[in-house]
């Protein structure tokens, strides 16, 4: 089984994760953000992750700290549980539809992290979350995992359905690129090494 515990302490913050990619999609979130919770909770079900996060942060400033923060442990929790990457596919595409919204998120689980970020939202707030954060959490994730990510927008204008299939389609691709493939011997790359 790869799995991973990963915790970080900041003045700002304090972050505990519990990952295992081989689960069933179990999950419980804890940060103090209802609306993030909700969001990593739909990550880990459609991923088929089991997920513990229990996160404080400095919510008296704001959300950024938290949001940040756990995108960090969680990435650093990824890059840790899949070990050696040995028979990974290595590479995913996703699009998920939430009503009127429809993303695509691909990825390459490739040593060489980047994000490139194209969901514009109207709504500066959904309940106390505020959705500015999505851009840095998926930052924080895909930098501290190491892989090359892009999150597109292709069409759509809920706030909620925009960041809810953004998450779905992250743990849909992510779940699809860690699958293990019997035909590839090694890791996923003429160099050697991801």
């Given amino acids: 089984m790869r799995k991973a515990e990963v915790k970080r302490k900041t003045a700002e913050t304090d972050i505990y994760v519990e990952l295992n990619i081989d689960g069933k999609g179990s999950y419980d979130i804890k940060t103090g953000i209802g609306f993030f919770d909700h969001m990593l909770s739909l990550f880990a079900k459609h991923g088929l992750f089991d997920l513990k996060v229990i996160a404080k942060g400095d919510l008296e400033v704001d959300t950024h700290h938290t949001v940040e923060d756990v995108g960090i442990v969680l990435g650093t929790a990824f890059l840790k549980a899949s070990g050696d990457k040995k028979s990974i596919k290595r590479f995913s595409t996703f699009y998920v539809p939430m009503d009127e919204a429809l993303v695509r998120v691909s990825l390459?689980?490739?040593?060489?992290?980047?994000?490139?970020?194209?969901?514009?939202?109207?709504?500066?707030?959904?309940?106390?979350?505020?959705?500015?954060?999505?851009?840095?959490?998926?930052?924080?994730?895909?930098?501290?995992?190491?892989?090359?990510?892009?999150?597109?927008?292709?069409?759509?204008?809920?706030?909620?359905?925009?960041?809810?299939?953004?998450f779905k389609a992250l743990g849909k691709a992510l779940d699809e690129a860690l699958k293990l493939d019997e035909r590839i011997d090694g890791i996923p790359s003429t160099k050697g090494i991801l």
Avoid at 111 to 140: C, H, I, Q, S
Avoid at 144 to 150: A, C, D, E, K, S
């Fill in 108 to 166: 390459d689980i490739s040593g060489r992290p980047y994000l490139y970020y194209d969901l514009p939202l109207k709504a500066e707030r959904v309940g106390n979350f505020e959705t500015e954060t999505v851009e840095e959490f998926f930052r924080a994730f895909a930098y501290n995992f190491g892989i090359t990510l892009h999150v597109e927008l292709l069409h759509g204008v809920n706030t909620h359905h925009i960041i809810e299939a953004s």
